[in-house]
């Protein structure tokens, strides 16, 4: 009984759009409603609500279950089965996010691989640099590339991701090579667009001194490939993912230049998803492939 009328609370949750509001109609305490959820997400082993610093949002276990109360029990047990069956063998759709040229050149060939050796989940997946809410949007997790913010969403470092100050030769020549990090001040910058502070250039030194130096922007873009080339072409000094860059260093089409200076905070890749309690088996299993390579 009281697990019938647990998912009465659920799909009244839904209906009224806050715990808060379901708890008024239902003429119950916040904390009452609240140990409801707790109990379904125990006995069924998943996760109803993604709970973030900025907001609470229904799963699609806890849409799919609230649309299936209001109708036969047969229906219920039915949904109820599929999602056990999820949390035994990777099945559903996979939302994932991930940045463009990075996702292109290091996470297709896996995320093929994946989709091939679990036929039973749907891969749907995104290659965009812009910034997307992971909860808000539906995703089931994103990779992204920097500094992460405190979200209230787990985050797990997958790799390096070192950022090269570049240049031409050609621009080297015609503005001389720096020696330290102000004497970039005058020059041509290609800008990230999506970065918080697109012409700012903060580095630590080798005498681990940390500082910045703002640059002359003449180009703008979100693409790393973009910019490599605006790049290649002394358009601008840039700075570039290593992996973008590290063929031209080595034939000499573009310098690494004030190489003693690296770019602070280091960046990282990360796997970013809702929480670790309750964690879709398809989520899991992704996850382990990404750190497997």
Same mark, same amino acid.
């Given at each position: 009984? @009281?697990?019938?009328?647990?998912?009465?609370?659920?799909?009244?949750?839904?209906?009224?759009?806050?715990?808060?509001?379901?708890?008024?109609?239902?003429?119950?305490?916040?904390?009452?409603?609240?140990?409801?959820?707790?109990?379904?997400?125990?006995?069924?082993?998943?996760?109803?609500?993604?709970?973030?610093?900025?907001?609470?949002?229904?799963?699609?276990?806890?849409?799919?279950?609230?649309?299936?109360?209001?109708?036969?029990?047969?229906?219920?047990?039915?949904?109820?089965?599929?999602?056990?069956?999820?949390?035994?063998?990777?099945?559903?759709?996979?939302?994932?996010?991930?940045?463009?040229?990075?996702?292109?050149? @290091?996470?297709?060939?896996?995320?093929?691989?994946?989709?091939?050796?679990?036929?039973?989940?749907?891969?749907?997946?995104?290659?965009?640099?812009?910034?997307?809410?992971?909860?808000?949007?539906?995703?089931?997790?994103?990779?992204?590339?920097?500094?992460?913010?405190?979200?209230?969403?787990?985050?797990?470092?997958?790799?390096?991701?070192?950022?090269?100050?570049?240049?031409?030769?050609?621009?080297?020549?015609?503005?001389?090579?720096?020696?330290?990090?102000?004497?970039?001040?005058?020059?041509? @910058?290609?800008?990230?667009?999506?970065?918080?502070?697109?012409?700012?250039?903060?580095?630590?030194?080798?005498?681990?001194?940390?500082?910045?130096?703002?640059?002359?922007?003449?180009?703008?873009?979100?693409?790393?490939?973009?910019?490599?080339?605006?790049?290649?072409?002394?358009?601008?000094?840039?700075?570039?993912?290593? @992996?973008?860059?590290?063929?031209?260093?080595?034939?000499?089409?573009?310098?690494?230049?004030?190489?003693?200076?690296?770019?602070?905070?280091?960046?990282?890749?990360?796997?970013?998803?809702?929480?670790?309690?309750?964690?879709?088996?398809?989520?899991?299993?992704?996850?382990?492939?990404?750190?497997?390579?």
């Amino acid at each position: 009984m @009281f697990i019938h009328s647990s998912f009465q609370i659920l799909r009244t949750i839904l209906q009224e759009g806050s715990f808060t509001k379901a708890a008024q109609k239902l003429d119950m305490s916040g904390a009452a409603v609240g140990k409801h959820v707790q109990l379904l997400e125990s006995k069924m082993k998943l996760r109803l609500f993604h709970r973030t610093t900025r907001t609470i949002t229904p799963t699609d276990a806890a849409i799919k279950i609230s649309t299936a109360v209001s109708q036969s029990e047969e229906h219920l047990n039915g949904i109820l089965e599929e999602l056990a069956e999820e949390q035994s063998t990777p099945t559903g759709r996979l939302k994932i996010n991930v940045p463009m040229s990075y996702g292109e050149l @290091f996470l297709a060939k896996p995320m093929a691989k994946f989709a091939a050796a679990y036929p039973d989940v749907i891969v749907d997946v995104d290659f965009d640099d812009k910034r997307v809410h992971l909860i808000e949007e539906g995703y089931d997790l994103v990779i992204r590339i920097g500094i992460l913010e405190d979200s209230g969403l787990i985050a797990k470092r997958i790799s390096d991701f070192p950022i090269l100050m570049c240049a031409s030769p050609k621009l080297v020549q015609e503005l001389g090579k720096p020696k330290a990090p102000k004497d970039l001040a005058k020059w041509p @910058f290609i800008c990230y667009s999506n970065a918080s502070h697109p012409s700012l250039w903060s580095y630590k030194s080798d005498e681990e001194k940390s500082s910045s130096v703002n640059l002359r922007p003449s180009l703008y873009a979100n693409s790393a490939s973009m910019m490599k080339e605006a790049c290649l072409e002394g358009v601008g000094a840039a700075l570039l993912p290593q @992996f973008c860059c590290d063929s031209e260093i080595e034939d000499g089409s573009l310098i690494h230049i004030l190489p003693e200076c690296s770019t602070a905070p280091e960046r990282g890749v990360y796997v970013i998803y809702p929480d670790k309690k309750f964690l879709p088996l398809k989520v899991r299993k992704f996850i382990d492939m990404l750190q497997q390579n």
